[in-house]
């Protein structure tokens, strides 16, 4: 099933990709998730016995305050260092092929494969949201990588050996989240300067559930699978300026770096694909 008749199709304000080193932490920070921080990494979790009200309390006393600490460890010793690599390039569907085009919009440059649905009545596939190549209009497609730095990565080591486990599990949670907040911070950056931002909440914990126009799928995800896809990614975004790189079985290092693909039709959602 496609999904491109009648839709309008964003200029970007460029064309290729960019860098971007001076995003102030407490920006990122806004968009970190809480409830995921404090249940899910840092295993804050309501005991048996305590009611809603009496675990409201104990996180508004106890866990907040470690929240800010970290959060002040982090920006005073420069812990966690926000840094982006993005862009946007001509793209048309062909098939289940997403093909990239150079600046000149007629050459291929690289030629990603997505997997389709054989599970659902819809059968959808990433490329359904971008104009064909039967068609006349020329698309565009967004990618980014986020990575909060190696530095993170050291502290949390120093801690495991000086076998400081407490310090470890909340530096390895402020890794892990302050990385997604900083893909949701770059990824409304992209909304932004495609001026398809209108549509998104005003409420930050409801952009964490996709309340914005388009959809972003990580290189990994279920419909977005194909790992070795990143070497393709790697000629696109030159990510080596902001010092990650990628080894021989695709992962990013350093670790907390998580790259994506940008889709801004309006009717994209995050969907899943079964393995086949």
Known sequence: MRFTSHFPIPTPPFYGARVVTDISLDQVYNYINPVVLFRVQWRYRRQQGMSQHEY?????????????????????????????????????????????????????????????????????????????VDSIQMDVVGFQLVTVGSTITEVMQQAMTEGNERQYLHLQGMAIETTEALEEYAHRQIRLELDIAAEDSPYVLDLFHGSYQGARFRFGDAACPDLAALNKLWRLLEPGRIGVELSGDFQLTPENSVAAIILHHPEARIFNVKPS
């Open 56 to 132: 409201d309390r104990f996180i508004e006393r106890e866990v907040v305050p470690i929240y800010q600490h970290y959060k002040q460890r982090c920006m005073d010793n420069g812990w966690l260092r926000p840094l982006v690599v993005y862009g946007y390039f001509h793209a048309r569907s062909d098939g289940d092929d997403l093909i990239i085009y150079h600046a000149d919009a007629q050459t291929e440059w690289v030629r990603f494969t997505f997997p389709r649905q054989t599970h659902t009545e819809e059968q959808r596939c990433i490329t359904d949201y971008f104009a064909s």
